[in-house]
């Protein structure tokens, strides 16, 4: 099975292609990446690289790659078969590669069902009440700077809800928050497309912070066990794991990634919200008078602007998507900004409705779904709710500032005033 794409388009022009991703990493590339992405989509559902791999840009196509079984993740066996594994050596590489995100079954499904249900419905309601004080000790924040002017929301809320709330439902002190930010943006560059050597060399300094911090942090939790989520999951690898320090192995790598999965997506889909929401005239107060359409608000954002764009899999075998012969072991990066933007699926899909109930891809698909879909929603709605309660007549002093990247959106500050 493939998605239906015809295949009658002209070869698409090399030097077009690598200007359209030079300007999607512009300021005005980042602020508005979506007239691009239409550039990029109407080359085909399936676009060839300038590098050997594919951009795939429809919708169904990447739904396709996402769900189907037959697209695996780029795992150490795969890079082991790359005539270039030099590309794959980078020690944050060779780190990221030993996470949920990048295992392929067996070993991703063993270590998925170590986790069970992350955030089922009970675990959300448990973790409600944590998310509303969070939500209300920042925004009291906000408050004491709004009344002196201008306030990044950024700095002081966006960035500031998820690692108070990772960080306090895995017992991570609070006094060490700010250090597990600035590795975790720092550690990101390894995950772009074509990083540079000095962006390698800058995550590679970060993954030894992840590292020692994360592997002393089990330490510590297996001399002092809590009533908390890391504990649990040191009794269940000490079941299925005989080997100690084989065991911290794994416990390190989960709880790091859980967390440096749960920091900038979140950040930036709260930064994100914001501004969209604050763009138009009346927008925002429209939905304060309207709250039912929160929900709806939080996954239109979702749709809009997804805070990751690019998601990469290996064809597991000779196959064809949307019309496009793909070889065994390639590669192709399932843009989920374009699928979203894809007017196949979602009719005018490059305004922003709240009222729309369209679709998207932003969490991923099949076995590789994001983990923390419902406490990245639970964090948006309860900021939301509060934020238009507390300051129905916030305004954006300035549009928002973006980091320059393709695949990771970052928002880097958003000015606000009341």
């Known amino acids: 099975m493939s998605a239906i794409c015809g295949t009658d388009r002209p070869p698409v022009d090399r030097r077009a292609l690598i200007s359209l991703l030079k300007r999607l990493k512009s300021p005005e590339g980042q602020a508005d990446p979506y ?7 109407s080359m085909g559902d399936v ?14 196509a990447c739904s396709e790659v996402l769900r189907g079984r037959n697209w695996l993740a780029p795992d150490f066996a795969w890079q082991e078969r790359q005539a270039d594994t030099e590309r794959w ?11 949920l995100s990048r295992l392929n079954a067996p070993e991703h499904t063993c270590q998925r069902r170590s986790l069970g249900n992350l955030f089922d419905r009970s675990t959300i309601a448990r973790l409600t009440p944590l998310v509303e004080e969070h939500v209300t000790r920042l925004l009291d924040e906000l408050a004491g700077k709004l009344r002196w002017g201008e306030a990044d929301l950024v700095s002081t809320v966006s960035e500031q809800l998820p690692i108070s709330t990772i960080g306090s439902w895995l017992g991570i002190p609070p006094e060490d ?6 590795i975790t943006h720092n550690q990101v560059h390894a995950q772009e497309l074509l990083p540079t050597k000095k962006q390698l060399a800058v995550s590679a300094e970060a993954t030894a912070h992840l590292r020692s911090y994360f592997t002393e942090l089990v330490k510590q939790r297996r001399a002092n066990p809590g009533n908390d989520v890391l504990t649990g999951w040191i009794h269940t690898w000490d079941a299925q794991e005989p080997d100690r320090e084989a065991a911290d192995e794994i416990l390190y790598r989960l709880t790091m990634f859980v967390t440096i999965a749960s920091l900038e997506t979140t950040a930036t889909l709260l930064s994100a919200m914001v501004e969209l929401l604050l763009k138009e005239p009346g927008r925002w107060a429209w939905l304060g008078e309207n709250p039912g359409y929160i929900d709806a608000a939080v996954d239109e954002v979702l749709r809009y602007d997804p805070p990751i764009h690019i998601n990469t899999r290996i064809a597991a075998d000779d196959t064809v998507l949307a019309g496009v012969p793909i070889a ?7 843009m989920y900004g374009a699928a979203n933007h894809d007017p196949r699926r979602n009719e005018d899909p490059d305004s922003f409705d709240v009222r729309r109930s369209g679709t998207h891809l932003t969490f991923g698909g099949g076995v590789h779904y994001c983990l923390g879909a419902a406490l990245a929603r639970l964090e948006a709605r309860t900021l939301l709710t509060q934020l238009l309660k507390r300051f129905p007549t916030l305004r954006a002093v300035a549009p928002a500032d973006y980091a320059s990247r393709l695949v990771f959106r970052r928002v880097t500050s958003l000015s606000v005033a009341t």
């Open 328 to 334: 065994k072991d390639s590669m192709v990066h399932v």
């Open 47 to 60: 676009v060839r690289a300038p590098w050997d791999a594919y951009f795939v840009t429809g919708f169904d």
């Open 35 to 41: 007239p691009l992405l239409a550039d990029l989509r």
């Open 89 to 99: 050596e980078a020690v944050a590489t060779q780190e990221m590669t030993k996470t």
């Open 177 to 182: 928050y700010a250090h597990i930010l600035e």
